[in-house]
């Protein structure tokens, strides 16, 4: 049985993680070994992982979706810091709010709130 599915993501450079995936989304550093560092929480959660032929109304699949109490207050943080907002805040019909956001090595993250 699964426990658990940690996403993997290649850099030259991991300093560029911190300010994006700890300070503005608040995760904590679990490990830093120098060349690997682990960011996350306590949650617990359900393993899930999601297969798409488009990022719903036709969108790009994003890389992974990043669950979040105040999507208007990491919305507003990111857009502060300059990264780029790729799909703009929206409500969508099936109770998400969401936007998606080029993190620091390019991928595409889908940051959401259910509604």
Same mark, same amino acid.
């Given at each position: =049985?699964?426990?658990?599915? &940690?996403?993997?993501?290649?850099?030259q450079?991991?300093?560029?993680?911190?300010? @994006?995936?700890?300070?503005?989304?608040?995760?904590?550093?679990? =490990?830093?070994?120098?060349?690997?560092?682990? @960011?996350? !929480?306590?949650?617990?959660?359900?393993? /899930? #992982?999601? @297969?798409?032929? /488009?990022?719903? !109304?036709?969108?790009? &699949? *994003?890389?992974?979706?990043?669950?979040?109490?105040? &999507?208007?207050? #990491?919305?507003?943080? =990111?857009?502060?810091?300059?990264?780029?907002?790729?799909?703009?805040?929206? !409500?969508?019909?099936?109770?998400v709010?969401?936007? @998606? &956001?080029?993190? *620091?090595?390019?991928?595409?993250?889908? #940051?959401?709130?259910?509604?």
């Amino acid at each position: =049985m699964v426990k658990r599915i &940690v996403a993997n993501i290649k850099t030259q450079d991991l300093s560029k993680a911190d300010y @994006f995936y700890h300070d503005i989304l608040g995760l904590d550093i679990l =490990m830093d070994h120098g060349w690997i560092k682990t @960011f996350g !929480n306590d949650e617990e959660t359900k393993v /899930q #992982i999601s @297969f798409a032929i /488009q990022g719903g !109304n036709d969108t790009e &699949v *994003p890389e992974f979706s990043i669950e979040v109490d105040d &999507v208007d207050e #990491i919305y507003n943080a =990111m857009k502060t810091a300059g990264y780029e907002i790729i799909y703009e805040l929206t !409500n969508e019909d099936w109770g998400v709010r969401r936007f @998606f &956001v080029k993190d *620091p090595f390019g991928k595409l993250i889908n #940051i959401l709130s259910h509604l």
